[in-house]
C-alpha cells in the first residue's frame, strides 16, 4: 500500500509497510498513481505525450526497480499469531488520587472522582500494584508507571513512598522502573518540583494555552480561572526541568479552534515540548468537537504547519516541537507496538485507589470493563482478550487505511464511545491523525532538504 499527497510544494509518496518516504516530480507522481493499473506500453502511450517518451521510460525503470527492492508497493502480511508470546503487563497507570482541585469543563473524569466516591491511593495499595506488575511483567525488565488522578499530587506523600518501595524492588528482581506524572500544577511548588526533576522521566503539565482560552474551561473550585494559579508553578518546572522529559499539555474545544494560537502561545512563554489534543466529548456538549467542525480544525493544523516551517527557517533547531509533528521512520516502534497500538487491558492496566484493575484510565468508573483486582488479578479474561483482539490485524477499516502503522489504530475508548465497538474507530479522531501525519511528514522533508 502506498499513500500520495501534495503538500506545500512537494509530491510526497509514502510506501505504508516500509515507511519509506520519497518526494518525486510531478510526472513520477502521477506514474506511480497508475503503476498497477496499466501495463509499461499502456503508461508511455497516456504520459509520453506530456513528458516524453524516453523520460517516462527512465521513470517506469526507477519505479520498478523501487518495487523490485521492496521499497514501494510492499504488502506485509501479518499472521494474527503474532501475537502469540507477546505478554505481560509493562504499564500502569496508577490513580493515586479520585480527587481534584480543579473542576474543568470537559474532564472525562468527573471532575477527579470518575463517577465515584473522592479517594485517595493508600501506600499498601500502591506498594500492591508494584508487587503485582513485577509479577504480571513476566519477562519484561523494564516498567512504566504513570502516576494519575484527579490531581496525583494531592497524594504526594504517597507518590514518594511508592517509587522509594520500587526503588528497593528493583534491587531484589532486576526490574528497571520509569515513573512519570500528569499534573495540574496546581500544587506544584519548588519542594515538588525539585523531587519530580529528581525521579520522574517524564512529566506532564496540564495547560491549555491562552490565558482565556484556558480560564474558560479549567476553572478553581470557586468557579475562578486557574491560569494564574498554575501558570507561573508550570513556567517554573519547564525552566527547571532542563532536557529532562516534560510536555505542557492543552484541551483544545470547540472555543478555540483557532488552536495554532494556543501552541504559538505556549511557545512564546519559553516552552519548548508542546502537545495540544482535541476534547473527546458527547456530541450535545456545547465545547464537543463535531464532524462538521473537521474542514475548520484541518485548516488550523495546516495553520499550525506553516508556523513551524517559518520558525524552523528561523532557527534551524526550531524554539518548539510539537508532539504530533514529530516522527521517527527510522526508529519508530517495533512491529508488535504498531499494530497493537496502546496495549491497553493486556500491555497497559489503570489501577484505582481500591486496587481495582481496568484496561485505561479512560475506562475507569464504567464497572462493566473492571479486569479484575491487584488481589485477585485479571479475572475478566475475556474483556482482555477482546481488548488484545481490537488489533490492526481485526480492524476492517484500519485494515484500507494508510496511517494505521502510526496510530495503531486509534484510542480503545473514543471507538466504543462513539460506536460501541472496539474493532471501529472513532472516524473524526482518524482525519484529525491523517491530517497530522501527513504534515508531520512534510515537515521532515522540508527539514531534510533544508538542513
Excluded at 512537494?10 to 506514474?31: K, P, Q
Excluded at 500492591?128 to 504526594?156: Q, T, W, Y
Excluded at 517554573?236 to 510536555?247: H, L, P, Q, T
Aim: hydrophobic share 35%; net charge negative.
Amino acid at each position: 500500500m502506498i499513500h500520495q499527497f501534495y503538500k506545500k510544494g512537494h509530491y510526497i509518496v509514502l510506501d505504508v509497510d516500509t515507511s519509506t518516504l520519497m518526494t518525486v516530480d510531478e510526472m513520477t507522481y502521477h506514474l506511480i498513481e497508475d503503476f498497477l493499473q496499466f501495463d509499461q506500453n499502456a503508461l508511455i502511450a497516456r504520459y509520453a505525450p506530456r513528458y516524453g517518451e524516453q523520460q517516462v521510460k527512465d521513470a517506469i525503470v526507477e519505479i520498478q526497480t523501487m518495487i523490485d527492492k521492496q521499497l514501494l508497493f510492499t504488502d506485509h502480511r501479518y499472521d494474527p499469531a503474532f501475537y502469540h508470546g507477546h505478554d505481560g503487563v509493562k504499564a500502569l497507570c496508577l490513580h493515586i488520587a479520585h480527587d481534584c482541585n480543579l473542576k474543568c469543563d470537559y474532564c472525562f473524569a468527573s471532575q477527579g472522582d470518575f463517577k465515584g466516591e473522592r479517594s485517595l491511593m493508600s501506600l499498601e495499595v500502591g506498594k500492591k500494584a508494584i508487587d503485582f506488575v513485577i509479577e504480571a511483567s513476566k519477562h519484561r525488565k523494564n516498567i512504566e508507571i504513570d502516576f494519575f488522578g484527579g490531581e496525583p499530587l494531592m497524594n504526594f506523600d504517597v507518590v514518594k513512598g511508592i517509587v522509594d518501595y520500587a526503588r528497593k524492588r528493583e534491587k531484589e528482581t532486576g526490574k528497571r522502573f520509569n515513573f512519570t506524572m500528569t499534573t495540574n500544577g496546581v500544587l506544584l511548588d519548588q519542594e515538588k518540583r525539585d523531587y519530580l526533576n529528581d525521579t520522574m522521566q517524564n512529566v506532564v503539565l496540564s495547560l491549555d494555552g491562552r490565558k482565556e482560552v484556558h480560564d474558560r474551561v479549567r476553572k478553581t473550585l470557586n468557579d475562578k480561572g486557574s491560569y494564574d494559579v498554575i501558570s507561573e508553578n508550570i513556567l517554573a518546572m519547564v525552566k527547571e526541568r532542563g532536557d529532562k522529559e516534560y510536555y505542557v499539555r492543552g484541551t483544545y474545544t470547540k472555543y478555540n479552534m483557532d488552536f495554532s494560537e494556543d501552541v504559538t502561545f505556549l511557545a512564546e512563554q519559553g516552552i519548548r515540548e508542546i502537545s495540544i489534543e482535541p476534547v473527546v466529548a458527547k456530541k450535545d456538549q456545547d465545547y464537543a468537537i463535531l464532524k462538521e467542525d473537521l474542514p475548520r480544525i484541518l485548516e488550523e493544523y495546516d495553520i499550525l504547519l506553516d508556523k513551524m516551517i517559518a520558525d524552523y527557517r528561523e532557527q534551524p533547531e526550531g524554539s518548539y516541537r510539537f508532539f504530533h509533528y514529530l516522527l521517527d521512520l527510522s526508529n519508530g516502534p517495533c512491529v508488535y507496538k504498531r499494530l497493537s497500538g496502546c496495549g491497553a487491558g493486556n500491555d497497559y492496566l489503570a489501577v484505582t485507589p481500591e486496587g481495582d484493575l481496568y484496561p485505561c484510565h479512560q475506562f475507569v468508573g464504567e464497572e462493566r470493563f473492571k479486569l479484575g483486582t491487584l488481589d485477585t488479578g485479571l479475572e475478566q479474561k475475556e474483556m482482555s482478550v477482546a481488548f488484545k483482539k481490537a488489533n490492526l490485524l481485526e480492524k476492517e477499516d484500519c485494515q484500507k487505511c494508510w496511517c494505521k502503522y502510526f496510530c495503531g489504530g486509534g484510542c480503545h475508548a473514543n471507538a466504543y464511545n462513539f460506536n460501541q465497538t472496539l474493532l471501529k474507530p472513532y472516524d473524526v479522531a482518524c482525519e484529525i491523525e491523517k491530517k497530522r501525519v501527513e504534515n508531520a511528514l512534510t515537515l521532515q522533508i522540508i527539514k531534510s532538504e533544508e538542513h
